[in-house]
């Protein structure tokens, strides 16, 4: 199937989409993005997307070249073009093309991407080995994974699906999802350091009208002596996590407020 891509004004067959080499996301990792799903033809949580994706572009000083009403019809002409049932739709943007390879034009380069995926199983859980380290803009979905890129070997080792930043005492996120852990029936989830998801911010939401719902720092001793622990992203809906290191949550096993939450979660989609 031909796969498309937007790119700077235009809609282009997958193998004609090319960036020039003075692109300062190429240069110097200067860019962002945000990533969302569409389900059958119609975009999730999008809006928050957009949200988001502008609030970074505001931080980093970026120009999006669109506007928000085109920036949407083109997301919704990407999923026509790239028809699948589950397809993720991700937005790129950089620095553009720099004079000198250091300073940011005036003109951002905007893509527009649709990728076909699968969700992992929700009854499946994952495993995490901790890394000491703090995004040093965590609001901001940059283009920067070096840190979780490099550790992709010593994750393969010990059998790691994912990360799970630390740094002073204090739990963050995973490379790519948020954190939250539970403890005597309460929900919490670290709020410094962290990015604010857009699948937590939902989460946040529903989840008060069940349980008990802290935003708050969480220390790694309390992360360890907690009763469940899941992650959450757009890419993972809510994962549990049963296994950080050597120690083993909820024996190895989904725990019952986090399937709760898995099809709490799956109503808040469908609305």
Known sequence: MQEFIYLNGEILPAEKAQLHVSDLGLLRGYGIFDFFRSIDGQPVFMEDHLDRFENSARLMGLPIPESRDKLREIIYEIIRLNPQKLLGVKMIM????????????SKSNLVVIGKPFEFKPADVGMKLMT???????PEIKTLNYIVPIRAIQQMKAVEADDVLYYK????????????????????????????????RKHILNFAKNHFEVEERDVTTQEFWEADEVFTTGSTKRIIAITQVDNQVFSDGKVGTITKKLQALFLEEERK
């Open 131 to 137: 890394l000491e380290y703090r995004r040093e803009i």
């Open 168 to 199: 002073d005492g204090k739990i963050s996120e995973s490379s790519r999802s948020n954190i939250f852990i539970i403890k005597d029936k309460k929900v919490i989830t670290p709020v410094d350091g962290a990015l604010f998801g857009v699948t």
């Open 94 to 105: 950089t620095g553009g093309y720099s004079e000198d390879g250091y300073t940011p034009s």
